[in-house]
Nanobody, 127 residues
Framework: QVRLVESGGGLVHTGGSLTLSCAVSGFSLDDYAIGWFRHTPGKERHGIVCLSTRSGTKYYADSVKGRFTVDDAGNMVWLHMNNVKPEDSAVYYC??????????????????????WGQGTQVTVSS
């Protein structure tokens, strides 16, 4: 059974750092892409990071490039958030694309392409 569980959200001050974790089970990270998405009230959920472990491909949205990094080991994926800003406040989700498609460095992960989702973790950045 495919399962993703996020953790690590919380309250952080502007300029601070936070690491989100995504524990996956029921599939191998080598085989499927992982996306990180975020959602704020009144806006659509959108992808900010995509990781394809086998190919080593990573995508970062312009809004987080240079501040967020993604890495993985075993059945864990981490989203390292540095120099956070109030606009980074959102519910963050990790999700798996079980179709076998590979992330593209120049194209954001599309919500509709990801089949299995975690429950989300809230990040709040205080100004």
């Amino acid at each position: 059974q495919v399962r993703l569980v996020e953790s690590g959200g919380g309250l952080v001050h502007t300029g601070g750092s936070l690491t989100l974790s995504c524990a996956v089970s029921g599939f191998s990270l080598d085989d499927y892409a992982i996306g990180w998405f975020r959602h704020t009230p009144g806006k659509e959920r959108h992808g900010i990071v995509c990781l394809s472990t086998r190919s080593g491909t990573k995508y970062y949205a312009d809004s987080v490039k240079g501040r967020f990094t993604v890495d993985d080991a075993g059945n864990m994926v981490w989203l390292h958030m540095n120099n956070v800003k109030p606009e980074d406040s959102a519910v963050y989700y990790c999700a798996a694309d079980l179709s076998g498609q590979v992330c593209r460095e120049d194209y954001p992960p599309f919500v509709g392409s990801f089949h299995s989702w975690g429950q989300g973790t809230q990040v709040t950045v205080s100004s």
